[in-house]
Nanobody, 123 residues
């Protein structure tokens, strides 16, 4: 299974970006897919995840601003990010796997990770 994240870039505070995670190989419909981010000198942080049956989970810092969705026909996961703030600046990774509920936010249970896409939000 391979994951290719894209869509990062430079945006001003209050702006929006949409990240994409293309998943190839494996059986896409069976996987949960999550987004995580890591800023310089900070620990990895859970952003959002979506089950194959479309149940969604969000980190507290992005709830109400970010929306995760999936296109099962195209094997793509999207992360719509609105009202971006400088604290959202980070390398964003997508990950796929079969995490149980207690693993959704921790990052364990995801067997496959993409290479990351950089999001920079200027003030």
């Amino acid at each position: 299974v391979q994951l290719q994240a894209s869509g990062g870039g430079l945006v001003q505070a209050g702006g929006s970006l949409r990240l994409s995670c293309a998943v190839s190989g494996g059986t896409f419909r069976e996987y949960s897919v999550g987004w995580f981010r890591q800023a310089p000198e900070k620990e990895r942080e859970f952003v959002a995840a979506i089950r194959w049956y479309s149940i969604q989970y969000y980190g507290d810092s992005v709830k109400g601003r970010f929306t995760i969705s999936r296109d099962n026909a195209g094997n793509i996961i999207y992360l719509q990010m609105n009202n971006l703030q400088p604290d959202d600046t980070a390398l964003y990774y997508c990950a796929a796997g079969r995490p149980i509920t207690s693993q959704i936010r921790s990052g364990s249970g995801y067997g496959y990770w993409g290479q990351g896409t950089l999001v920079t939000v200027s003030s």
